[in-house]
Structure formats: C-alpha cells, structure tokens
C-alpha cells in the first residue's frame, strides 16, 4: 500500500495556473521520451495534488505527460471566503481554464468530488477532451456510507477549528476499510493539509457533493469517452451504485482489487494499468 506524501516524486515540479479563482498550485511530471499526450488529475474532497504522488511516476512511465493540480481552497491554493466561489460549476471554470493552459485536448481524471466537477468541465467544453476518468466517483449526490458525517462538519470546524477537523479525520481513519496503519509522516502531512485548507471552501464543497444532481445522461450525450473505475471496497458511491453508472454511459469498467475509495495511493500499480489501457485505446 501506497501513502500520499508531501514529497514530489523524483523528476516532477511544482507548477502554479492563474486562473478567474486564483492561482492554483500543481505537480509536473515528464515522461522520459517524448509525451503520447496529457492527462490532468482532479482531486476530490478534502483532497489535494498530492493525492495523485504515488500515481505519477507510474503514468510517467507510460509516457503520459501527467498535471495534478489542486481546486482552489485545498492546501497550496488559497480560496475566498465565498461559499460560492465553491459550487461544481465554478470549480469546473477553474479545470477548464487550466487545460487551456495546459493544452488540449487532453485526457481528464476527477477523484471522488473531483469527478463530478471534472464531469461539469466536459459537460461545459466537450471537445478540450479526448477522455473522462471518473475514479471512486458517482452519478449523483454522494449516497455511500461517508455523506453521514457532513452535516457534523460546521459544528465541528465552528468549535475548534480545522484542527478540529484534523483530528476527527485521523480518528475516523482507525476504522477505513483497509485497516492500514498509517505512518506518522503521513499522519504529520495530513494535519498540514488540513490546516492549511479553507474551511469556508471544506463546507461548501461538502454541501455540493450533497446536492449534486445526475447528470449521466448529459455526459453520454457528449460522445466523450469515459471510464468508471473503483476500489473493490470502496465506501463512498458503493460498487453497484458506480457500476450501474458504467452500464447507463456505456463506459468502459475497471474494478481495482485491494483498494477502497483511493485506488489511486492504496493501489497506484494497479490503477495505473487500467488508466494506461484505457489512454490507448
């Protein structure tokens, strides 16, 4: 099992995009020839660039030029104090104004939240992208197990801070569905993370992954290919809810073994070889 780290991989830099939100903060990594192409990766809730460390060099040596960035508000991107500064569809503007940036087309990668604003970017530009990766995402506002504990977090953001929020994080982490123990330096790097958040940012972007309307019949319509990819113990959108998704897109399918709701740093080898299969097709 992999861990999310504050160290880049070797070979990748960190990038800044100015975008209508702010600059975003990034994480560059070069294959060793020249590029087949790129691909931008999209964190999710309370997620960051870093999510995606243990992926890079295996995309890398793929020979996929690879960008991860965070949304605005997470860790290194600072956000306003404007919940709706925070909805999908702003979230999305900033996605597309980085690709533009960037170059496209490209193929585009959304984690958990992250793929419900990096549907909206496709539903808004189709032809910026030449795929979609919608990883440990659903169709829906979020229905697994986890949408429990929103409604708890601004009480507990209003009575002790995102500090508050660190160590109800790391408490609730004793209990995921790996039953890992995680290693101090990751737990150090966490807390940071969180930190250094925007608890205006945590709350509404809690709030849209509550309300997020279906939109899988919008996204077919575009044409663009998709692949629905998950954990098999994935707790947030459940398997058959994911599944289900795949089937009414008539998107390709992965299900990667060992893994729960971040294939991408519990199994990077292994969702890596479905991310790769499916950039060659």
């Not at 290194?76 to 940036?101: H, I, K, M, N, Q």
């Not at 960037?102 to 419900?116: D, Q």
């Not at 073994?257 to 499916?278: D, I, M, R, V």
Request: glycine share 10%; aromatic share 6%; net charge negative.
């Amino acid at each position: 099992m992999s861990y999310v780290s504050a160290d880049l991989p070797p070979g990748a830099r960190t990038v800044s995009y100015e975008v209508p939100g702010g600059p975003l903060a990034a994480v560059e990594l070069l294959p060793a020839g020249e590029p087949r192409g790129t691909v931008l990766l999209v964190p999710g809730f309370s997620g960051s660039k870093e999510d995606f460390g243990p992926l890079l060099p295996e995309l890398a040596a793929g020979g996929w030029r690879v960008v991860a960035l965070d949304l605005r508000g997470q860790y290194a991107s600072p956000g306003p104090d404007d919940p709706a500064a925070y909805t999908v569809e702003a979230l999305a503007a900033d996605v597309l104004a980085v690709a533009e940036e960037v170059g496209t087309p490209l193929h585009l990668l959304g984690h958990s939240f992250g793929g419900l604003v990096a549907r909206a970017a496709v539903l808004r530009d189709p032809a910026a992208f030449c795929s979609l990766v919608l990883l440990g995402s659903g169709p829906v506002a979020l229905t697994g197990p986890r949408v429990d504990v929103l409604p708890f977090l601004p009480g507990v953001i209003e009575s002790g801070g995102m500090a508050a929020v660190a160590d109800a994080s790391e408490a609730m982490s004793q209990t995921d569905n790996l039953g890992q123990p995680v290693p101090e330096a990751v737990k150090s790097f966490l807390r940071t993370r969180w930190i250094a958040s925007s608890p205006t940012g945590l709350i509404a972007m809690g709030d849209a992954l509550c309300t997020e309307p279906d939109r899988v019949a919008e996204l077919r319509a575009t044409g663009v290919r998709v692949l629905v990819a998950h954990g098999e113990l994935d707790d947030a959108w459940l398997p058959p809810v994911q599944a289900d998704m795949a089937e009414r897109l008539g998107a390709t399918y992965e299900v990667v073994p060992g893994a729960a709701h971040s294939p991408n740093a519990e199994q990077p080898e292994a969702t890596a070889k479905a991310l790769l299969a499916f950039w060659a097709g």
